[in-house]
Each structure stands twice: as structure tokens, then as C-alpha cells.
């Protein structure tokens, strides 16, 4: 759908005011009457910029949020260049899942919409191709300097960190510990540094 500029900002805002409602919320008790309510638009209108409907809506309230979490890691996670900068982007991920709690929008929306859906799988897919990304360049960059073996397969190495990241996420949503999230980056980031 082609939208003006001033559509587009419309849309946008329906996106962000939708996000702030499922973090508020979460999304499986966040309501189009509440979505309509925060951004002060019309059934009309969200079927009119979301012509798909709820679902479309929830995909593009999900791909939002997983920009979100690459962004709320910089700058450090562009930049692991130093341990410094490696504790840094650790304390960083810690602290955003901290301030966000058990109520994981993303993980809420995608399980709303199915996990299963091409929609939600590729809103996923992206995140975590992104994500381990940008955790490689930086194991790479620390094997150019000598800080990290040469040996260790950095590929790997990211996945397994990345892994570990999410098994703490998922655990601090179902318990509110975050402890184990703590210990996987602590422990990732220990075995890249031995």
C-alpha cells in the first residue's frame, strides 16, 4: 500500500502507540479497543493502514520491537572491539531486560499471531540473523587483535552466545529471575576470553 508522508506517520504512530500498550499490557490482554484508545484512531483506521487486519498488525508491532532490541544494545553491541566495550554491551542487555521484566512484547506478539506463521518466523529469523551478526564481527574483531583464539569458530561461538541470551530471556519470563540471563552472558563472554 502506498502511503503519503503524512499517512505513513500515521501508521508509524499506530505501530508505536501499539507497542507501548502490549509493554504496558502485554499483548495477550491488549485489546484493538485499547490499541484504538491510546492512539486515538478509529476501527476504520487501523483496518484502513492494517488492511490484513489484527494479525498484520501485531507482525508490524513485532518487527518494531525487534529493531528496538538491536537498537537498545547500541552502541555497544556495533562495537566489540575491546573486553571493555564486551562488559558494556553485557550490562546493557541486562539492564534492558531488567527495565522490561517478564513481559516480553515481541514474544507476546509472535505468540499471538503463532510462532509457526511465515510472518512471525521471518520477523524472528531476522532479529537473530542481525543479532548474531553483529556478535561475530565482534568475536572477529577481538581474533584480529589477538584477544580472542584464532581457533574458535566464531560462527559458533555467536549462536551459542546468542543461545545462551535467550534461554535467560525465556527464563526470566516464566519466573522473573534474571539471574540466569546474568550467567549466560557471564559465562559466554568468560568462555570467548579463555
Known amino acids: ?11 508509524q504512530r499506530i505501530i508505536e502507540g501499539a507497542s507501548q500498550e502490549c509493554r504496558q499490557r502485554g499483548a495477550a490482554l491488549t485489546t484493538l479497543d485499547h490499541i484504538m484508545e491510546r492512539t486515538r484512531t478509529s476501527k476504520s483506521q487501523l483496518f484502513h493502514y492494517f488492511p490484513a487486519g489484527k494479525e498484520e498488525l501485531y507482525l508490524e508491532i513485532a518487527r518494531y520491537e525487534a529493531e528496538r532490541v538491536i537498537e537498545d544494545q547500541q552502541p555497544f553491541l ?13 550490562d546493557t542487555v541486562v539492564d534492558r531486560y531488567r527495565r522490561q521484566g517478564h513481559l516480553c512484547p515481541m514474544a ?3 505468540a499471538e499471531v503463532g510462532r509457526t506463521t511465515p510472518g512471525a518466523q521471518a520477523i524472528s529469523r ?23 583464539s584464532a581457533d574458535r ?9 546468542l543461545a545462551g541470551i535467550q534461554g535467560g530471556v525465556g527464563v526470566l519470563m516464566s519466573t522473573g529471575d534474571l539471574s540466569y540471563l546474568e550467567s549466560a552472558l557471564d559465562e559466554g563472554i568468560a568462555a570467548l576470553r579463555s
Do not use: H, N, P, Y
Not at 1 to 6: F, I, N, V
Not at 78 to 90: F, V
Not at 153 to 161: H, S, V
Open 1 to 11: 500500500m502506498k502511503l503519503t508522508a503524512k499517512g505513513s506517520a500515521t501508521r
Open 153 to 161: 569458530d566464531a560462527e559458533r561461538a555467536g549462536a551459542a552466545l
Open 108 to 110: 507476546g506478539l509472535i
Open 126 to 148: 531476522e532479529l537473530f540473523v542481525k543479532w548474531r551478526a553483529a556478535i561475530v564481527s565482534g568475536i572477529r574483531a577481538m581474533q584480529d587483535k589477538g584477544e580472542i
Open 78 to 90: 556495533g562495537d566489540l572491539t575491546s573486553w571493555d566495550a564486551w562488559e558494556k554491551w553485557r
